[in-house]
């Protein structure tokens, strides 16, 4: 069984992409929606927290970890590789093909307020970002809102406007989706943006990771099955939340972590 996490529905845009990619693997998927946003926690709670769901996942069978969140990864990913066995896929903001592929050298980069000011990002803008100016700004109520499933009421588009139209105007010709949540709104961002800028995210690249590290593995024998874990005390929202972001109805378990 291939395991994911993340604080919310986010990582089903990941999710997404390993289905696609590995359909003779089962998936157990966990949003820990009890404690989401992550974005606004401070690095030790998010630590604490991947962990927990990390030992949980691997107590269960994961033959490996998928961190379908780029605050956690940027929080987590060291402390989650020395806690457990199995092999962990983080996912980063795709800071490296943005800048490599600008022409104006000017990228946007939206995520969370803990990846922006995590070392991990400072570490991936000196080592990828020095020929090229950055404007970073987080998606500012952007979890929530895809959290609701609504993805393209005026509410929606309104949030997005307000995060999208600073960067545009600061003339970047690419926008790194630095958040798993973003990605379901990239149709709004793209609509705001324009036909000139590109948008990143790294999904589809963290499933040929996993597919590559899975290479040499056997998938179990037994009919392949996507369960779907919250940390919430109410399953429906996130019930709903799936068939609105992924367009298919699963059943919810609870998960007392
Ligand atoms: N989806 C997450 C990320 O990729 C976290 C969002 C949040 O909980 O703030 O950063």
Sequence with gaps: MIAMFDSGLGGLSVWREVVNRLPQWSVTYVADQAYCPYGSRTEEEIIARSLRIGRHLEAEGARILVVACNTATSAAAGALRAALKIPVVGVEPAIKPAAAASRRGRI????????????????????????????????????????S????????????????????????????????????????????AGPNVSLHDPAAAVARQVAHLLEQAQPSLC?????????????APMARGLAALVGERYAVERLLL
């Excluded at 307000?162 to 149709?187: K, M, S, W």
């Excluded at 009919?223 to 109410?234: C, M, N, S, W």
């Design 108 to 147: 946007g980069v939206l995520a969370t307020p803990a990846t922006l000011a995590s070392d991990r990002f400072q570490s991936l803008l000196s080592r990828f970002a020095q020929d090229v100016e950055v404007v970073a700004r987080p998606g500012e109520g952007w979890v929530e809102q895809v959290e």
């Design 149 to 192: 499933g609504d993805l393209c009421s005026t509410e929606a588009h309104a949030r997005v406007q307000a995060a999208v139209r600073p960067i545009v105007e600061q003339g970047v010709d690419h926008i790194v989706l630095g958040c798993t949540h973003y990605p379901f709104l990239a149709p709004l961002v793209a609509a705001t």
């Design 223 to 235: 009919p392949v099955r996507y369960r779907f874990l919250t940390t919430a005390e109410d399953t």
